[in-house]
Every structure is written in C-alpha cells, then in structure tokens.
C-alpha cells in the first residue's frame, strides 16, 4: 500500500465510515452488507451505530451491517475500511436476474463465484471476465441450510455487470450459454476486494426478475422475500455459519 492510499484510507474510514467513532470498537466479526433492499435491520435486536455501519443481535450472535447503495464506489470505502475492525466474514445480500430457464422469479442463488464485468475488481488482482471465487466452505454452508429449510436454491457462478441498462439480448445469451446463474451488480467488486484483505465471503441473492424468460415479478413485496429474508435470519444464528 502506497503512503497516500494508507491516508486516504484512514480518513475516509475515520470521516466517511466510521464518521468520528472508532473502528476498533465495531466488535462484530461477521459483517451483512444489502446492496440496494434493506433486509435485515429490522430484525435486529440491541442495534447500535458506528457512523455508516451498526451492529445489533440476531439470535446470539452479534453482526455488523449496512444497507449499501447499488453498485461498487461505497462498497470499496466499506470493505477497505475493515481492515481497522476485527471483521473477517462479510455476506452480501441481494437481488438478481435469473439466467437459466429453469430459474425463477423467488428462487435463491448463492453465488459461488462471479464473472467479473464491473470495474473495481479490476484495482484488486483481477481480469476483465476473470472468474472470482467466493470462500467454497462459506459458501456450501449457507446453501446448504437453506436447501436444507426446503428453499430452492441454486448454487453456482454469476456475472456482475458494471452497466445495467446495457444488458443486450447478445450478451444474455452468451451469459446463458456459458452457464451462469444470474446477473447483479457487485459480487465480483465483493468477492475481489475479500481476496485482497483475507477474508471469506459469500453472496445469496433472490431472483426478482428473468431476463431469459422475459419476466419482472414483485418479489420484494411478498411472501418470497419473506422467506429469504427468515432463511438468512436463521443461518446468522445458527452453528452453522463458519
């Protein structure tokens, strides 16, 4: 790390994430970051903040989260500002387009990698299309608990997409042919800038529309969303989570 990024990074974690409080008093060591649907703060039990990010109690277990924005520019100023916590887990939250038939809108992907097609994964070790891994045991545990609770979920490779209007019939087809599971705007940057600090991740993401079934349903409305939502609540608090 060069002098001025080892700066920059400290003040924006000091000012921007942690806004005047200190990181070394975020004591959670898993952190939940909802990209775009806020998921889980409702849910928790003894909140408290820490600038941008807070912690509260599912269960027993002590969190970290954040409702993040979609895309990637917060998602790099939250994730290199943990290096100054004790966090070594994050779990992405999410939705995404369903990219193989068989897929529907309420079904649950858990992404065991993503191909990258954004731009910040670029910065962090990463190719243009390179596959990133998600952590394997993280990952097969979580969609295991949820297969295991009767949910339907697909477990395999996404594709992260840096512009989501320009998601071409070429370009869903390709994606299609080569087998990917759905399309989102952040695992990659997520599953990178992990790599780059040592951490494990994973991401688990409801299908809200189908691109190659030409779909939208209003997922986030009903009862789909609910059972995620009580799916992922019970993995945070269970024996299971790594």
Wanted: overall charge negative; some cysteine; glycine content about 10%.
């Amino acid at each position: 790390m060069t002098v001025w990024e080892e700066k920059f990074l400290r003040f924006a974690a000091e000012r921007w994430v942690f806004q005047g409080t200190d990181p070394h008093d975020f004591k959670p060591r898993v952190l939940v970051l909802a990209f775009g649907e806020d998921f889980i703060s409702s849910k928790l039990q003894k909140h408290k903040h820490f600038g941008a990010l807070y912690t509260g109690y599912i269960g027993d277990r002590l969190i970290g989260y954040m409702r993040v924005p979609p895309g990637t520019v917060i998602l790099e100023g939250i994730m290199r500002s943990l290096v100054f916590t004790r966090v070594d887990t994050v779990i992405g939250l999410g939705t995404c387009g369903g990219l193989q038939a068989e897929i529907e809108c309420g079904d649950i992907v858990v992404a065991d990698s993503a191909k990258a097609g954004d731009c910040l994964s670029l910065h962090y070790g990463f190719r243009y299309g390179d596959v990133i891994p998600a952590d394997g045991a993280l990952t097969d545990s979580l969609a295991g608990f949820l297969e295991r609770r009767g949910q339907k979920v697909f477990r395999g490779p996404i594709v992260t997409t840096g512009a989501v209007f320009r998601e071409t019939d070429e370009l869903i087809s390709s994606w299609q042919r080569d087998g990917l599971l759905g399309v989102e705007l952040e695992a990659a940057s997520q599953f990178a800038l992990a790599h780059y600090m040592g951490m494990k991740t994973t991401m688990a993401l409801l299908v809200t529309d189908s691109p190659v079934r030409n779909q939208v349903a209003d997922i986030l409305r009903g009862p789909a969303r609910e059972r995620f939502v009580a799916g992922i609540l019970e993995y945070i608090s269970s024996p299971s989570l790594p």
